[in-house]
């Protein structure tokens, strides 16, 4: 059962015995329990930092952290195996000693967070701090958002600090790109802070307006399915920095702030007036139509054409939904899968695998999301074509002698909350 809050009995639970592993670990009871959940992103990729619009929703796999203030300017992590990224080894910091640090692991995100948080003259101290996740690590659905929003919202009860959710999300995305060290933008904090019940989140992420666009697939009779590859992502490896820095250096070609600032009507016309020579030293040398690079990246004109394109597609999907035609986001959906694999380059062999044999299955529409590089694809069929979609799938990674891939439904649920 679920209610209206989109919490369920067995997360319940799960409150409960990440409240006792704290005693056990700390030897005092906890403050508090709160939760913040992973996300899948239906439409919308690599345009949040472009200032562009994305519509992510939350999943109902979670980071849990159960957490007590310390008045001694030390901070303890601890993270379970419950799907979290800690060893099991506590980590202790002293507040005055956070440096950013892009090699630091798992207890960089939290303690990028509590870095931010001082650095933006808020009044946070010490705390104990011990988590335990279901949301997969390096799946593209955002467990380090996760971990990042649900240690802001515990530290913002903690200190009394009454701040809002976008507000955690911007702290969340600071530490994550100041302190360890990922150029991300904002969506996957803002989707894991910010999204309610029952709806996928329509964010811009110029102005960070949003909307909650009602997204109640199982009462149209569809289901859209998340398909886990179980390739693992890596997004400060230096390639998703490099898309990052093609899109500025595409938007300063074209005499704009952002990729956001291309009109789509023009969009033929933009390409044809960017100079053939735009390849950053190192990245390769444009040989093909599209000015790809040889070392398999993307060039100027494919990141502004997937940008742009993308953008279109985040407002076509939503015309779709508010006209009451959820199947009619399907298309949509492979179109942009087809942008980022040709255009943007980040998909991989397991990915396009994923989408072409959920397509040929009669699945309405797939596409990966995340950032890319491994992770996880969104499938949308019909209920009726759940366990054929499911199936085709599976066989085709055996048949490709892939490991078998990890496939779930996801329904959207709420953003981050206190639990206990």
Known sequence: MTDTTGRTAGEEQRARDTAERFREVYGAAPAG????????NLIGEHTDYNDGFVMPLALPHTTLAAAAPRTDGVLRVHSGDGGGSG????VELRLDALRPAPDGGWAAYPAGVVWAMREAGLPVGGADLHYDSTVPV???LSSSAALEVVTALALDHLYGLGLTRQRLAQLAQRAENAFVGVPCGIMDQTAAACCTNGHALFLDTRDLSQRQIPFDLAGEGLRLLVVDTRVKHELGDGAYAQRRAMCERGARALGVHALRDVPYAH?????????????????????????????????VRAVVRHVVTENRRVEDVIARLDAGEPRAIGPLLTAGHASLRDDFRVSCAELDLAVDAAVAAGALGARMTGGGFGGSAVVLVEEADTDTVTARVTEAFAAAGHPAPRIFLAVPGAGARRLR
């Open 138 to 140: 390096g799946a593209g």
């Open 33 to 40: 329990v709160w939760a913040a959940p992973g996300r899948v």
């Open 267 to 299: 969009l033929p016309a933009v390409l044809d007036g960017l100079p053939a020579e735009h390849d950053e030293p190192g990245v390769g040398t444009g040989d093909g139509p599209d000015d790809r690079p040889g070392d398999g990246g993307p060039g």
């Open 87 to 90: 060893d099991g080894q506590t």
